[in-house]
């Protein structure tokens, strides 16, 4: 990994991940990061809500940590912040039945679901 982004914006980028992503957000910060229902979204913007939920999960220590995803940014957003933490994420379909979900936490052994209500406002949930 190179060292010149090993720390950016106080994030440690311990994956591939999240040192590619936070290379190009230095590059091109205004350019399309990523589209999801016709609504874009730039690398700054995904940045700030990766870093937002980052600074809300960095205390945690797993190696493996749930996300419930939907077709969200915030879900693409998750994953960064659980990739700068050079943790692994398991995703979680909310649509899944309570029981299936509930399976894969256990066959998982996760410690921690990343998580967003109704109003896609985070929160994360210990195990």
């Known amino acids: 990994m190179s060292n010149s982004f090993k720390t ?4 440690n980028a311990d994956s ?3 040192e590619g992503f936070l290379f190009w957000h230095k590059q091109c910060p205004n350019a399309i ?3 999801i229902n ?10 700030n809500k990766s870093l937002y939920i980052y600074s809300k999960i960095k205390h945690l220590e797993s190696e493996l940590i749930g996300i419930q995803c939907e ?5 693409y957003a998750a994953i960064l912040a ?6 692994a994420y ?11 979900i509930k399976e894969i936490v256990e066959d998982a052994k996760l410690k921690h679901v990343v998580c967003f209500n109704n109003d896609f406002d985070f929160c994360s949930k210990p195990i």
Do not use: C, M, Q, W
């Open 8 to 11: 950016y914006s106080n994030v």
């Open 90 to 100: 398991a995703p979680l379909n909310a649509k899944y039945p309570a029981e299936k």
């Open 16 to 18: 591939r991940l999240a």
């Open 33 to 35: 990061a990523i589209n």
């Open 38 to 47: 016709d609504k874009n979204y730039t690398y700054s913007e995904l940045f």
């Open 71 to 75: 077709n969200h940014v915030d879900s």
């Open 82 to 87: 659980v990739s700068y933490l050079g943790s």
